[in-house]
């Protein structure tokens, strides 16, 4: 062996492959072991066949395709029927009386639009709290949720006396900070759901918070009696 001499590896080029296959047709049929390899065989009229390893990987190929698709299309559906209730959901507290009506029909459309447990409205200080709403003292927000997040959401047992008597059916929640009133008041609103997947760290929480800001804008309507 010279010392000199070098071994160069050479890169297959696909387009050499494909014109030594075609030049060379019987060399894949005098080749069982390699048809195997690649998942094919060959039939008794001359013609390469898929096996049934080649014919498996297509198969779940195509399973794993329209299993991605169908998800797809039931991620949609939801986004959609979620926007619609919410929209529906802001049409009933606009139309609401007071504060006492306000708090009502957050509970009333967790629990009927959105199939939850119920849904509180919560107040700090130690002002007067309007009727229908929870009462807390000052720093529970940030008890609950927090001293620097605006919102929460999972399951957290700090946050299962707002629900009352229901809190034993509440295995998750959507919590979002508010500010309501001039100067402002610390405001809570919370959504409980029976489903410990129904809110989970990763959910975005952009619609529970749109819900947080229109119980804002409607709640400054009355002033605190």
């Known amino acids: ?49 898929f096996g049934p390893a080649a014919l498996a990987r297509v198969h779940e190929a195509h399973k794993r395709e ?3 698709r169908k998800h797809l299309e039931a991620t949609a559906r939801a986004n959609f029927a979620a926007q619609a209730q919410t929209h529906g959901a802001v049409v009933d ?25 119920g849904g509180v409205v919560a107040l700090e200080g ?6 229908g709403w929870r ?16 919102a929460l959401m999972g399951f957290e047992p700090v946050a299962l006396g707002l629900f009352g008597e229901r809190a034993p059916q509440v295995r998750s929640t959507a919590m ?6 001039e100067p402002s008041r610390e405001g809570l609103l919370a959504f409980g759901s029976a489903d410990e997947n129904g809110f989970t760290e990763d959910m975005g929480v952009e619609l529970v918070a749109f819900l947080a800001r229109v119980v804002e804008r409607t709640a400054e309507r009355w002033p605190v009696l």
């Open 66 to 68: 329209n299993a991605a």
């Open 135 to 150: 009462a807390l003292v000052e720093g529970q927000i940030d008890m609950i949720i927090g001293h620097d997040r605006v």
């Open 176 to 181: 979002v900070r508010m500010a309501i009133w």
């Open 93 to 117: 507290m606009l139309d609401s009386r007071n504060h006492a009506d306000l708090a009502r029909r957050v509970d009333e459309l967790a629990q009927l639009r959105f199939g939850l447990v």
């Open 126 to 131: 130690p002002e007067r709290t309007p009727a």
């Open 1 to 49: 062996m010279e010392g000199g001499a070098k071994t160069k590896e050479s890169s297959l080029d696909p387009h050499a492959v494909r014109r030594f296959l075609s030049d060379n047709p019987e060399f894949l049929r005098a080749d069982p072991s390699l048809l195997a390899e690649l998942g094919l065989r060959p039939d008794a009229a001359n013609i390469i066949d």
